[in-house]
C-alpha cells in the first residue's frame, strides 16, 4: 500500500484547507486509515481515523472542525479542516493499517505541511 498527501498550504486562523491522501496498491488488504500531525519539537499524534465499517474517530483538538472521510471511488482518504488555528500547524500524515500474509503492516505517506499563520 503507497499513500500520496496534497493540500498543505498556508492559511490564515479561521480558514479552511482539504487534505488529500491518494492510496495506491492493495487497496482490499486495507483494514484502517488515519490522519496524524506532527508540529515541532513534539511527537506525532492522531488527528482522525477512519474503518472499513466507516466509524470515525477525532482527537480533542479537533472534534467539530474537522471531517475525515473516505472515497472508495477516487481512492482517496480526505481530511476537510475548518477553522484552523495557529496551532493546527503541523506536518499532516496519511496513515493505513493493511494485512498481507495474514500479517499486520502500516504504510506511512511523506506528509504534507499546514501553517495557519496571519
Known amino acids: 500500500v503507497q499513500l500520496l498527501e496534497s493540500g498543505g498550504d498556508l492559511v490564515q486562523p479561521g480558514g479552511s484547507l482539504r487534505l488529500s491522501c491518494a492510496i495506491s496498491g492493495n487497496i482490499a488488504s486495507i483494514a484502517a486509515m488515519a490522519w496524524f500531525r506532527q508540529a515541532p519539537g513534539k511527537q506525532r499524534e492522531l488527528v482522525a481515523s477512519?474503518?472499513?465499517?466507516?466509524?470515525?474517530e477525532y482527537a480533542n483538538s479537533v472534534k467539530g472542525r474537522f471531517t475525515i472521510s473516505r472515497d472508495n471511488t477516487k481512492n482517496t482518504l480526505d481530511l476537510q479542516m475548518l477553522s484552523l488555528k495557529p496551532e493546527d500547524t503541523a506536518v499532516y500524515y496519511c496513515?493505513?493499517?493493511?494485512?498481507?500474509?495474514?500479517?499486520?503492516?502500516?504504510?506511512w505517506g511523506q506528509g504534507t505541511q499546514v501553517t495557519v499563520s496571519s
Open positions: 496513515n493505513a493499517d493493511f494485512f498481507r500474509g495474514g500479517l499486520p503492516y502500516e504504510s
Open positions: 477512519f474503518t472499513n465499517s466507516g466509524s470515525t
